[in-house]
């Protein structure tokens, strides 16, 4: 099935490097990424999960869990963890799943549903649309899903600035401008009248335009 943001993030139990897990529970009331992975013991897989496991303390700052997903038995994934930290510096301490059946693949739309067989004889190449970032917030909804070609190593500052601003969002109903980094003037969303904004921000805003309406970043030290 499509997935659209917005949609509820299908539920699912899967075996991991850290046991069985059920999807939504695990994520419980916080927030959560799952990123995928065509292949164990792919060149830069290996330096995503490594980077990933560096910045494990600034998504756990955001109440953000991080859960990773290759097309392989788990028990590939405990040694590619080995060779991951022996060359990335760092341990992969969240859960990685092994989807060997290609449910989840399926289920999240990476691969087509009548999709036949499972991880046995399968390439990277094979399995190149599994490369999608997903982020689901509280209301277990997809908030975020981004695809990158296998060649491309994703910026996991940019999946980090993007969380901040949902989260900015959720919390103060106002959006993020192009380029915005955390700090920077963000914009009150169209849904706050006028009454409203100043009783949320009695220091006033910039008006560009009615539907354009600047305010320092809030909840800021």
Not at 17 to 45: E, M, R
Not at 87 to 101: E, F, R, S
Not at 165 to 187: C, E, F, R, Y
Request: net charge negative.
């Amino acid at each position: 099935m499509s997935l659209r943001l917005g949609d509820i993030a299908p539920d699912f139990q899967a075996e991991t490097t850290q046991g069985t897990l059920n999807f939504h529970d695990w994520i419980g009331d916080g927030w959560a990424i799952l990123f995928s992975h065509p292949k164990d013991f792919t060149p830069v897989c290996t330096t995503e999960l490594g980077y990933m496991a560096k910045l494990a303390s600034d998504f756990e700052q955001r109440n953000c869990k991080v859960l990773g997903l290759s097309v392989d038995p788990v028990e590939n994934h405990l040694k590619w963890k080995a060779d991951i930290e022996e060359t990335q510096h760092y341990p992969v301490n969240y859960p990685m799943i092994g989807d060997t059946d290609l449910a989840i693949a399926k289920l999240y739309d990476m691969l087509p549903a009548d999709e036949p067989g499972t991880s046995e004889g399968r390439t990277a190449a094979t399995n190149h649309t599994v490369r999608t970032v997903f982020i689901v917030g509280p209301d277990k909804k997809i908030k975020l899903h981004l695809t990158y070609p296998m060649t491309t190593g994703r910026n996991f500052h940019e999946i980090l600035r993007v969380l901040d601003s949902m989260q900015l969002t959720a919390a103060h109903k106002v959006a993020t401008p192009v380029n915005w980094q955390n700090g920077d003037d963000v914009i009150i969303v169209p849904a706050v009248s006028d009454a409203e904004a100043r009783e949320k921000y009695p220091n006033g805003w910039k008006t560009v335009k009615p539907y354009l309406r600047i305010v320092a970043q809030p909840g800021q030290n």
